[in-house]
């Protein structure tokens, strides 16, 4: 049979047309996979920037990539993957920036950050950063990627730093140009202003330096300082704008005073007046030529009470306040001389009598301030009346005496009469009334508006004369008005009625004889009913108090001596275990006992370089941020019982050396009362400040000085 190849051809064109169109088909699925496995493998190889776009097996490779060595990389990364056969590289590098800028505003409920980043990695990073730095605001991001960055890891330090102090501020922004960073804002307050200049100024990260700070404290409103002497002591309280101003106080307050003692309680805050700093040094300078006295500012209200040693003293410092810078604000005060010494009167009494139209004062008063008080005040309360003044000057008034004495001239002149007596802390009233409605409310009244001022007791008598007197007068007047309608009506009838008129005039004789008598009874019958409720809520009162009392008394008992059986058998267990450690260590020879307080003091060591024990700047208040390193220095320490602890006190040069030594003292004794707290025996630690006598770095730069305000821990053998 003969073949005939064209035939053979009309069947091959079916099969190609159908292969293209299957071609065609599966290309785009193909392209989509090849597209989808290459990123995967570009993501996993660290070229996240990059993308691809295929035509077929062959790729298009694009993006902005950091570094000139990445696009070869990624190209190879792509052709590794299977399916690819061919990779155009078209990827470019990022721009290069002279200086590497990051910034981070902090603005209401929002966080910007912006500038060049120097990797999508370093990217997350910093965003991980601000999240866990302001979990509750909004982080609006418009970080840029750019090379020329420094060294990633102090790049990254400065940024977490940064956003560490931007945590403390109120409002505020975080500048960082290559490795110079720089900080400007409102702190929260004045603890944030104190963390965040002692972190500036000495705990700046690995190759960060600062270029520039601006931080302020927190803003004052109203701004009030105050400054109080008492003898060689002066305690400074209040606000500064800053530590430079803080400082010239002291100098102020010791010129002022020499040799005094300064208790620094001044805090940092924005805010202060015009002219702030001149006026409170003149209040310090005026401060000085009193023996005590309180200077205060509240915005530009100045005030400066006190006492001078003379009349002469007292009259120079009026003068200075009303002249000079002082007059930049409204000053106002009181300044007196010296006093002869008044006695001390015990039990302390002061009295008003209302009688016979006079009001007499008697007793005793702190003062002559507090004498025309108490005289005015019973003017104002008994207008008309003549005030007799027989009181007389003498210390001892107990707490509350002023609001006590004005409460009983109100309780006296709401009644009218009797007597308003106060002894020590009871305030006794007597006097005599009609008004049963004052008579049940007055005691009440009384004991509320004297409040814990004083106890109160109320004695009212009843007038029951004047209420019978006024009451027949009330029924007199009834009687009179039906005696007229009476008349009236036997003037009319006065013929027929004649006849009868005596016996009328009996009967109305007998009535009125058994109306006096009973209004006589039921008057009887209600004095008696008060009297024996009276007596009833009396003998009530005196019961429950007496109960409540009794109940106070064994409950306090009983606390007592639950507390002190439990301190008996917390002493009694240490005091076991102290004694059993003693003679295992007396057991021990000389080389043993060397070797043990050797090996405690490597624990105490390690403890204290492992971790930080920090405090306020020039405060001997503890950091928190110390605990977790004090706590494992009690453990360290419980572990070595037998032996005793020295907690060395060290600061650097700044300041004098009296107050460095007392600072240092002070700082040892602040970690001796925690470590006690923390479960050490007291007996066992013993607390010395060495001021800046023992520095272990030079003293002429900041991180020296750092390293030179230090804790030490000594581990030695009883003596």
Not at 235 to 247: I, K, M, Q, T, Y
Not at 384 to 400: H, K, S, T
Not at 451 to 472: K, N, W, Y
Not at 475 to 503: G, I, M, P, T, V
Request: net charge neutral; with cysteine; glycine share 6%.
């Amino acid at each position: 049979m003969k073949c005939k190849p064209w035939r053979w051809l009309w069947g091959l064109i079916p099969i190609l047309m159908l292969g293209w169109i299957a071609i065609l088909g599966e290309r785009e699925h193909i392209e989509a996979d090849l597209t989808s496995r290459t990123t995967t493998v570009l993501e996993r190889s660290g070229f996240g920037w990059a993308s691809v776009q295929f035509e077929g097996r062959d790729a298009v490779l694009s993006g902005r990539a950091i570094e000139e060595s990445d696009p070869p990389k990624a190209v190879a990364a792509a052709l590794d993957t299977m399916g690819v056969r061919v990779v155009d590289n078209r990827a470019t590098l990022v721009d290069t920036v002279a200086s590497y800028e990051w910034t981070a505003l902090r603005k209401d409920n929002r966080i910007r950050v912006n500038g060049s980043v120097p990797s999508d990695k370093s990217r997350r990073d910093v965003i991980g950063m601000v999240k866990a730095n302001f979990p509750s605001l909004d982080v609006d991001d418009r970080m840029r990627l750019a090379r020329g960055a420094p060294p990633v890891d102090v790049w990254l330090g400065g940024v977490g730093f940064g956003l560490k102090q931007l945590a403390l501020l109120r409002e505020g922004r975080i500048d960082l140009e290559n490795t110079s960073i720089s900080v400007s804002g409102t702190a929260l307050d004045a603890r944030s202003y104190r963390a965040v200049k002692a972190a500036l100024s000495g705990q700046l990260p690995q190759g960060i330096r600062l270029k520039n700070e601006a931080v302020r404290p927190p803003t004052a409103s109203p701004y009030v300082w105050s400054a109080e002497r008492h003898g060689k002591e002066i305690a400074l309280a209040g606000h500064v704008p800053n530590d430079g101003v803080r400082d010239e106080f002291m100098r102020a307050a010791r010129r002022a005073v020499p040799g005094a003692k300064i208790v620094d309680r001044l805090e940092p805050a924005f805010g202060a007046p015009a002219r702030f700093v001149e006026v409170a040094s003149a209040l310090l300078e005026q401060l000085g030529r009193l023996e005590s006295g309180t200077a205060k500012i509240r915005d530009q209200v100045a005030t400066l009470n006190g006492v001078a040693e003379t009349a002469e003293q007292a009259n120079q410092v009026k003068v200075a306040m009303a002249e000079g810078v002082l007059i930049a604000f409204r000053t106002s005060g009181q300044i007196r001389h010296r006093e002869p010494v008044i006695r001390t009167i015990s039990p302390y009494e002061t009295s008003a009598v209302v009688e016979a139209g006079s009001i007499v004062l008697s007793g005793y008063v702190p003062d002559e301030k507090a004498r025309d008080a108490v005289a005015a005040l019973a003017r104002q309360r008994f207008a008309g009346l003549e005030i007799r003044d027989d009181l007389q000057i003498g210390a001892g008034q107990p707490p509350g005496w002023e609001r006590c004495v004005e409460v009983g001239l109100d309780a006296l002149r709401k009644l009218g009469n009797g007597r308003a007596a106060l002894t020590g802390r009871r305030l006794q009233l007597s006097g005599t009334t009609d008004a049963e409605a004052l008579a049940q409310s007055l005691p009440a009244s009384v004991r509320t508006e004297a409040g814990s001022s004083c106890d109160t007791e109320v004695r009212l008598t009843l007038d029951l004369a004047a209420i019978q007197q006024r009451e027949a007068a009330r029924r007199k007047a009834e009687d009179d008005a039906r005696q007229a309608q009476l008349a009236k009506q036997n003037e009319e009838e006065r013929a027929r009625l004649e006849a009868e008129r005596q016996r009328s005039e009996e009967a109305k004789k007998l009535q009125t004889e058994v109306e006096r008598r009973r209004i006589e009874d039921e008057e009887r019958r209600r004095a008696e009913a008060a009297a024996a409720q009276q007596a009833d809520e009396e003998r009530r009162r005196a019961e429950a108090a007496a109960a409540q009392q009794a109940d106070e008394e064994r409950r306090r008992a009983e606390a007592a001596a639950a507390q002190q059986a439990e301190e008996e058998r917390r002493r009694a267990e240490a005091e076991e275990r102290a004694k059993a450690d003693a003679d295992r260590l007396a057991k021990l020879t000389p080389t043993e006992k060397k070797k043990v307080v050797d090996f405690c003091q490597d624990a105490l060591s390690r403890v204290v370089r492992e971790g930080i024990i920090n405090f306020n700047r020039a405060s001997f208040d503890l950091d928190p941020a110390s605990y977790p390193t004090l706590n494992k220095v009690a453990d360290a320490a419980n572990r070595c019982p037998a032996l005793v602890v020295e907690i060395e006190g060290h600061t650097d040069s700044e300041g004098t050396p009296e107050r460095n030594k007392r600072l240092s003292d002070r700082r040892a004794n602040a970690v001796r009362e925690y470590l006690s707290r923390a479960g050490v025996e007291p007996s066992r630690l013993e607390a010395i400040g060495y001021g800046e006598t023992r520095p272990i770095a030079p003293n002429d730069t900041a991180s020296g000085r750092a390293m030179n305000r230090r804790i030490e821990f000594t581990v030695k053998l009883k003596q």
